[in-house]
C-alpha cells in the first residue's frame, strides 16, 4: 500500500522547526508521493500558582509571553509549509493545536494513529524534537521518519539507496514492512546484519529478506559484518558513514518502565550519532 496521508510535526518550542527543514520534508514527500499535511502544536504554559514569586519575578507575564512566541511560530511555520505545500502539489491540512507544554509528545503522537508517516525534523539533541520522534514511534503505532537538516539532509529526489537493518527481531519485520512503499521506489537497497551478536542473527538471515522483498518486485542484496564485539549500534553508524545512504531503516527497540520507553543500545546510538535520515518502526 504506498504512503498516501503523511503528517510533518513543526516544532515551535523553544525555537521553530527552519523554513529549510520544512522545504525538504514537502520536497521529499512530493518525490516519493502522499499528500503532507502539517502540525504544529502551541504550548500551553501553566507556571506554578505562587503570589510572592508571581510577584517578584512576574511568572504569569513570563509564562503568557513564552505562549505569544510559541503561537506565532506556530502561524509563520504553517504558512511557510502552506505555501511550499500547495507549490508542488501535495497539500493536505494545516493543523493548529494547542496542548500543555509537557504533552507535546504525546498529543502529536496520538494524531499520527491515523497517518500513514509522521515526518519528524530534529535541529539539534535539545530542541525537543527528540521527545517527540520516540512517543510517536513507540505510542503511535505507525513509522516515523526523522531527519537533521545540513547534516542528515532529506534526499529531495527520494532515497536511491537504501539500507534496511535486520536482526530477525519483530520490530524489524515491521519496520521492513512500514518502508515498502520507500522501498519500491529506491535504486540499491543493502539488507544489513550484523552478526555475533544475538542468536537472532546469525549468517544468512538477511537472504530471507532479499527473498521477500523480490516475492515484490523489489531488488535488494544482503550484507554482513561480523560485530566482532564492537555495539551494534555503532556499526550501523560506522557503516553509514562509509556509505551514505539516501536513508537508514531499523525497528525501533526499546522496554516499558511505568509506561515510559527506554531505548534500546542500537536505536539510542544511531540517534545520537544521525548521519542520514532514518525510518524506525516499532
Given amino acids: ?5 503523511i503528517v510533518l510535526h513543526l516544532d515551535a518550542y523553544p525555537e521553530a522547526t527552519s ?15 502522499g499528500v503532507l499535511s502539517a502540525i504544529a502544536v502551541e504550548v500551553d504554559i501553566q507556571p506554578p500558582k505562587n503570589r510572592l514569586a508571581n510577584y517578584v519575578i512576574g511568572l504569569s507575564h513570563m509564562a503568557a509571553e513564552e505562549e505569544r512566541k510559541s503561537r506565532e511560530f506556530c502561524v509563520a511555520a504553517l504558512a511557510t509549509f502552506t505555501s511550499k505545500a500547495r ?4 497539500l493536505g491540512e494545516a493543523i493548529h493545536a494547542k496542548a500543555d507544554l ?12 491515523t497517518r500513514d508517516l509522521c515526518i519528524v525534523p530534529v535541529a539539534s539533541q535539545s530542541d525537543g524534537q527528540r521527545a517527540v520522534l520516540e512517543a510517536v514511534a513507540f505510542g503511535s503505532g505507525r513509522p516515523v521518519l526523522t531527519f537533521c537538516p545540513g547534516n542528515a539532509d532529506l534526499p529531495l529526489s527520494g532515497p536511491n ?10 520490530t524489524a519485520a515491521r519496520a521492513m514492512a512500514d518502508a515498502m512503499p520507500i522501498l519500491r521506489k529506491a535504486r540499491e537497497i543493502t539488507v544489513l546484519t ?17 527473498r521477500h522483498l523480490r516475492a515484490h518486485g523489489i ?5 554482513e559484518i561480523d560485530g566482532d564485539g564492537r555495539r551494534t549500534g555503532v556499526v550501523f553508524s560506522d557503516y553509514v ?3 551514505r545512504p539516501g536513508l537508514f531503516v531499523m525497528g525501533a527497540y526499546g522496554h516499558s518502565r511505568a509506561r515510559e520507553f527506554f531505548l534500546g543500545g542500537a536505536t539510542e546510538h544511531m540517534l545520537n550519532h544521525l548521519p542520514v535520515p532514518m525510518l524506525l518502526s516499532h
Fill in 1 to 5: 500500500m504506498p504512503l498516501q496521508d
Fill in 19 to 33: 523554513t529549510e527543514a520544512i522545504d525538504q520534508a514537502v520536497r521529499f514527500v512530493a518525490s516519493v508521493g
Fill in 87 to 90: 507549490e508542488l502539489g501535495v
Fill in 102 to 113: 509537557y504533552a507535546v509528545a504525546a498529543y502529536v503522537a496520538e494524531r499520527s494513529r
Fill in 161 to 170: 539507496t537504501v539500507v534496511l537493518a535486520w536482526d530477525g527481531s519483530r
Fill in 194 to 210: 550484523v552478526t555475533n551478536d544475538k542468536a537472532s542473527t546469525g549468517s544468512g538471515s538477511g537472504r530471507d529478506v532479499v
Fill in 219 to 223: 531488488s535488494a542484496v544482503a550484507e
Fill in 241 to 243: 558513514a562509509a556509505n
